[in-house]
């Protein structure tokens, strides 16, 4: 992407509120680039009313373990996401502050506040009905996670843009293998929906990184190093997070290799992060790092693997 506007200077006073500034005809843009591509849907088309029946409560019979169509580690992966998804009012609150209410970076924020509440409505409903959970343990998860919310902590906008660009598409590999994992062709038609959407938000911003890097390339690059080094899934502060992560990354639902494989990597070679030109020293230096730790990570994953395969091996023999 070739810009016109004029390089801020690094280190300049109100850098973040000039660097949105300048990126507003980029927002504009590909707004209406996501609004000429992207197709409503229906919640409720996606679920099952007919298999769904009264609890005690009104007279019905509550749920037992045995009802639920999921074996328990599609049924973990669905909470986690239903989860992940819920705390959409503290996500909103992160972004209309980074990004403001106001202009076409407003304009977005409510769109897609907007489409991402779909997510936990269509989950928690085909759930419920087709008693793949237990809604009470998923009623008190939900208020403990909500309670708590999410906080960004002290990330400027840009290192926010960052974040997301690689949270929503790693939302996306996560929602598709969850689909895939249940075994149900409507859990798998609703998580694919869903994940459509989630690769529509990242291409969004995205491309806002991609603008950022022509018109700020040594912060933008520092942003992206940070971002890389310190992900954590906006779901990390849930109950019982890393033990469920566990499971879900055995069984090949979202681990390292698909971290760097399919989230990390796609991203960086879109944004041709090694082997751009025109860095400072600030942004060699940060590309260097960033260089450094994607290396370690492709080892990391490359371990777990052979350790899982090796795990798989020895269960497979005991069952044998």
Not at 159 to 184: D, I, M, P, W
Request: with cysteine.
């Amino acid at each position: 992407m070739t810009m016109t506007t004029p390089k801020i200077p690094s280190g300049a006073d109100g850098f973040q509120t000039r660097l949105l500034h300048e990126l507003e005809p980029v927002v504009e843009e590909n707004l209406e680039r996501h609004l000429s591509v992207a197709r409503p849907w229906m919640p409720h088309d996606y679920v099952p009313w007919s298999q769904g029946r009264d609890f005690a409560f009104l007279g019905g019979e509550d749920w037992k373990p045995e009802e639920s169509p999921l074996d328990p580690v599609a049924r973990t992966a669905m909470i986690v996401n239903l989860l992940t998804e819920d705390n959409l009012p503290s996500y909103h609150r992160e972004i209309a502050t980074q990004f403001g209410r106001d202009g076409a970076w407003g304009q977005w924020v409510g769109q897609w506040t907007a489409e991402e509440g779909r997510h936990g409505i269509a989950l928690r409903d085909y759930l419920v009905v087709t008693r793949g959970v237990d809604p009470v343990k998923l009623e008190g998860l939900r208020m403990q996670h909500m309670v708590a919310g999410y906080d960004s902590g002290d990330k400027t906008a840009l290192q926010a843009v960052a974040y997301v660009s690689f949270q929503e598409l790693a939302t996306r590999v996560s929602h598709r293998n969850t689909g895939k994992a249940t075994g149900c062709p409507l859990a798998e038609q609703l998580l694919t929906r869903i994940a459509q959407d989630e690769n529509l938000h990242m291409i969004f911003y995205r491309n806002m990184i991609a603008a950022a890097f022509e018109i700020a390339p040594d912060e933008t690059m520092a942003a992206v190093r940070d971002e890389v080094v310190g992900f954590q899934m906006p779901g990390a502060n849930m109950p019982d997070f890393l033990r469920n992560s566990v499971i879900i990354a055995k069984a090949g639902i979202y681990d390292l290799r698909l971290h760097h494989d399919a989230v990390i990597s796609p991203v960086l070679k879109f944004w041709n992060v090694f082997d751009r030109e025109g860095l400072g020293p600030t942004g060699e230096q940060a590309r260097e790092e960033l260089a450094k730790f994607v290396a370690q990570l492709d080892e990391q994953a490359s371990r777990f693997v052979e350790q899982r395969e090796r795990a798989r091996a020895k269960a497979a023999a005991r069952t044998a």
